[in-house]
């Protein structure tokens, strides 16, 4: 596989140096990408980058993922219109044990040559006292240089401070130390980073100028992905609850499909193409047929069934479709009872939901009692209500029509805990306790 040729049909280049592409189709190139831990985890804004990182492994390159330790302490100013807060050290090293997990499920470290590997930058910064890295770093780049940078030009209205000034210097140093150390000769990142990544190249073009040591086979390179944005040029990446993470304790399975799947046709091209592994052969195929049918969503299931597979495994995308189809599909109550006791407050999470306790339950007489839950009206304000409610065919109890106002409450408690009570097409779950 061709690398170039893989991001420039997928929509995924954006900017690169010159001598780029030759080197990449010379010889087998370590590149790497930075990740800063201010989270526990990523989120899809960064699967964009790490995608990066796939296709340079799967086309036979060395991928490397660098872990900010010590950049995470200050924060990157791209893209921020105010300084960000700091972390502490504890915050950091949880932070980037998360990310290691994550990064894992994407990348092999473990395939010969071309084995990903993951580097943190506090493992050389620690050791490097100030005066030594203005030393080292600091006296190759002009502040004038760093003043024309956008990530600069764009704070510098609203004030920024030296701590936020000096990281692309650290950036900078990085590149510089996997270049010598690693034999790193590719930096990536998205289309906002490339400020950051040539300060790197252009350091490593000093020093080595200065050492005597520059020559055709010692350059550095630089390259960039488009930030992924919507058809209608607003950000991408969030949904109604904010940032779709990538740890399935932040967003679940079920809340990380219902993402992609409920995508606009007008991103879908584009999301296929950057987030998923699927062929252009294959990828062309789909979006034939979701043009003869696009009430199918066929390019959205493609899309939320490769990516969730990726993210959280085989049982995580078939538990994200079980919850799909019971809660807005053609479940019956057979998919209610394969459901496990462990799966029903994953799929519920934010459907209401009323504990129902032993005695209101030998005090409702029937279905009717049952829906208005004694006085608390949480499914039906009155016994009225739910009485036409169920007369105009409105209600279903565990996916099955209820005919009778008066039915008794002879009822199936799916894990001898759990009725779910659907009023036309929203859901309410009881609990009984």
Known sequence: MNFIEELRWRGM??????????????????????????????????????????????????PFALVGGATGMIGDPSGKTAEREFLS????????????????????????SNSAEMVNNYDWFKDISFLGFLREAGKHITVNYMMAKDSVKKRLETGISFTEFS???LQ???????????????????????????????????????QGELHDESKAFALTTPLVTKADGTKFGKSESGNVWLDPSLTSPYQFYQFWLNAADADCPRLIRVFTLLSREEIEDLERQHAEAPHLRILQKAIAKDVTTRVHS???????????????????IDTLRSIKADEFDIIFEGVPQT???????????DITDLLSVGTRGEIYASKGEARRAITQNAVSINKTKIADP????????????????????????????
Do not use: C
């Not at 510089?176 to 073009?205: A, C, F």
């Not at 085989?314 to 019956?332: D, I």
């Open 13 to 62: 280049l954006n900017d690169m140096t010159p001598g780029t592409e030759e080197q990449l189709s010379k010889e087998m190139t370590a590149g790497y990408i930075g990740f800063d831990p201010t989270a526990a985890s990523l989120h899809i804004g960064n699967l964009a980058t790490i995608m990066l990182l796939v296709h340079l492994q799967r086309a036979g390159h060395k």
């Open 314 to 332: 085989e049982a995580g995308y078939e538990l994200a479709v079980k919850a799909s189809e019971v809660l807005f599909g053609k479940a019956t």
């Open 355 to 365: 504990e129902v306790s032993a005695q209101e339950l030998e005090t409702n007489k």
């Open 172 to 210: 900078g140093y990085d590149f510089y130390w996997l270049y010598k150390h690693k034999g790193v000769r590719l930096q990536m990142g998205g289309s906002d980073q490339w400020g950051n990544i040539t300060t790197g190249t252009e350091l490593i073009r000093r020093k080595e100028s200065e």
């Open 406 to 433: 008066a039915a008794p409450l002879d009822l199936e408690w799916l894990q001898d805990r759990y009725i779910l009570v659907s009023k036309g097409k929203k859901n309410h779950l009881l609990k009984k306790v």
């Open 89 to 112: 050290e504890e915050a950091l090293r949880r932070n980037q044990e998360g990310i290691r997990r994550q990064l894992e499920k994407f990348l092999d470290f473990k395939s010969g």
């Open 167 to 169: 990281y692309q210097l």
